[in-house]
Protein backbone atom coordinates (compact mmCIF):
# COMPACT_ATOMS: atom_id res chain seq x y z
CA UNK A 1 0.00 0.00 0.00
CA UNK A 2 1.20 3.69 -0.92
CA UNK A 3 1.27 6.23 1.65
CA UNK A 4 -1.18 8.04 -0.30
CA UNK A 5 -3.50 4.98 -0.33
CA UNK A 6 -3.41 4.68 3.31
CA UNK A 7 -3.82 8.40 3.66
CA UNK A 8 -7.03 8.03 1.91
CA UNK A 9 -8.29 4.95 3.91
CA UNK A 10 -7.38 6.86 7.00
CA UNK A 11 -9.22 10.16 5.61
CA UNK A 12 -12.25 7.87 5.09
CA UNK A 13 -12.12 6.46 8.33
CA UNK A 14 -12.16 10.19 10.25
CA UNK A 15 -14.97 10.77 7.43
CA UNK A 16 -16.74 7.66 8.76
CA UNK A 17 -16.50 8.79 12.84
CA UNK A 18 -17.71 12.59 11.91
CA UNK A 19 -20.73 10.53 10.30
CA UNK A 20 -21.28 8.44 13.43
CA UNK A 21 -21.51 5.70 10.70
CA UNK A 22 -21.43 2.44 13.21
CA UNK A 23 -22.18 -0.02 10.85
CA UNK A 24 -19.53 0.81 8.04
CA UNK A 25 -16.88 0.92 11.10
CA UNK A 26 -15.51 -2.65 10.52
CA UNK A 27 -14.49 -1.53 7.19
CA UNK A 28 -11.60 0.51 8.87
CA UNK A 29 -10.79 -1.07 11.75
CA UNK A 30 -9.38 -4.43 12.57
CA UNK A 31 -12.02 -7.22 14.61
CA UNK A 32 -8.85 -7.51 17.10
CA UNK A 33 -7.62 -3.49 17.26
CA UNK A 34 -5.97 -2.42 20.61
CA UNK A 35 -6.02 1.10 21.96
CA UNK A 36 -3.37 2.64 24.40
CA UNK A 37 -1.93 -1.22 24.68
CA UNK A 38 -5.82 -2.32 25.67
CA UNK A 39 -6.83 -5.18 23.79
CA UNK A 40 -10.69 -4.13 22.81
CA UNK A 41 -12.05 -5.95 20.13
CA UNK A 42 -14.40 -4.13 17.24
CA UNK A 43 -17.29 -4.43 19.41
CA UNK A 44 -15.12 -2.26 22.24
CA UNK A 45 -13.79 0.01 20.48
CA UNK A 46 -16.84 0.86 18.91
CA UNK A 47 -18.35 1.32 22.41
CA UNK A 48 -15.61 3.77 23.17
CA UNK A 49 -16.53 5.77 20.54
CA UNK A 50 -19.97 5.89 20.99
CA UNK A 51 -19.38 6.80 24.76
CA UNK A 52 -16.68 9.78 23.46
CA UNK A 53 -20.11 11.12 21.00
CA UNK A 54 -22.22 10.51 23.98
CA UNK A 55 -20.31 12.54 26.33
CA UNK A 56 -19.29 15.25 23.94
CA UNK A 57 -22.23 15.60 21.49
CA UNK A 58 -20.69 17.99 19.43
CA UNK A 59 -17.58 15.91 18.77
CA UNK A 60 -16.02 16.17 15.30
CA UNK A 61 -12.54 14.96 14.14
CA UNK A 62 -10.78 17.65 12.49
CA UNK A 63 -7.44 16.50 10.99
CA UNK A 64 -4.83 19.48 11.24
CA UNK A 65 -1.59 17.24 10.45
CA UNK A 66 -1.11 13.97 8.51
CA UNK A 67 1.70 11.73 7.83
CA UNK A 68 1.62 8.73 6.30
CA UNK A 69 4.47 5.73 6.45
CA UNK A 70 2.88 2.50 5.80
CA UNK A 71 1.80 0.67 7.64
CA UNK A 72 1.66 3.45 10.40
CA UNK A 73 -0.24 6.82 10.29
CA UNK A 74 0.33 9.58 12.71
CA UNK A 75 -2.25 12.00 12.84
CA UNK A 76 -2.84 15.28 14.89
CA UNK A 77 -6.07 16.07 15.34
CA UNK A 78 -8.09 19.21 16.57
CA UNK A 79 -11.10 19.53 18.38
CA UNK A 80 -13.36 22.45 19.29
CA UNK A 81 -16.10 21.09 21.71
CA UNK A 82 -18.52 21.48 24.37
CA UNK A 83 -18.13 17.67 26.26
CA UNK A 84 -21.00 17.31 28.95
CA UNK A 85 -20.35 16.95 32.83
CA UNK A 86 -16.50 15.52 33.70
CA UNK A 87 -14.20 15.00 30.52
CA UNK A 88 -10.71 13.42 31.37
CA UNK A 89 -11.46 13.75 34.72
CA UNK A 90 -12.45 17.76 34.51
CA UNK A 91 -15.54 19.44 35.06
CA UNK A 92 -16.17 20.78 32.25
CA UNK A 93 -19.57 20.61 31.99
CA UNK A 94 -20.96 22.26 28.57
CA UNK A 95 -17.93 24.28 28.51
CA UNK A 96 -16.63 25.16 24.85
CA UNK A 97 -12.98 23.94 24.70
CA UNK A 98 -10.16 23.27 22.29
CA UNK A 99 -7.75 20.66 22.31
CA UNK A 100 -5.68 18.80 20.28
CA UNK A 101 -4.80 14.70 20.08
CA UNK A 102 -2.05 12.98 19.00
CA UNK A 103 -2.40 9.71 17.37
CA UNK A 104 -0.41 6.45 15.61
CA UNK A 105 -2.29 3.78 14.19
CA UNK A 106 -0.63 1.05 13.00
CA UNK A 107 -2.83 -0.68 10.00
CA UNK A 108 -2.74 -4.68 9.25
CA UNK A 109 -4.13 -5.66 6.32
CA UNK A 110 -5.67 -2.03 5.54
CA UNK A 111 -7.40 -2.09 8.75
CA UNK A 112 -6.26 -0.32 11.97
CA UNK A 113 -5.23 -2.40 14.54
CA UNK A 114 -3.19 -0.56 16.76
CA UNK A 115 -3.84 3.19 18.10
CA UNK A 116 -1.56 5.36 20.17
CA UNK A 117 -3.46 8.08 21.53
CA UNK A 118 -2.36 11.35 23.87
CA UNK A 119 -4.97 14.39 25.07
CA UNK A 120 -3.33 17.61 25.59
CA UNK A 121 -5.64 17.89 28.51
CA UNK A 122 -3.23 20.91 29.89
CA UNK A 123 -5.25 22.92 27.37
CA UNK A 124 -7.98 21.94 28.71
CA UNK A 125 -7.21 22.99 32.09
CA UNK A 126 -6.03 26.66 30.91
CA UNK A 127 -9.60 26.92 29.16
CA UNK A 128 -11.36 26.03 32.43
Given at each position: ????E???????????????????????????????????????????L????????????????????????????????????????????????S???????????????????????A????Q?
Amino acid sequence: MTPAELAHIYRDYIACLNLQDWPELGQFVHDDVAHNARSLGLTGYRAMLERDFREIPDLHFKIELLVSEPPHIASRLKFDCAPVGLFLGLAVNGKRVSFCENVFYEFRGGKIRQVWSAIDKAAIEAQL
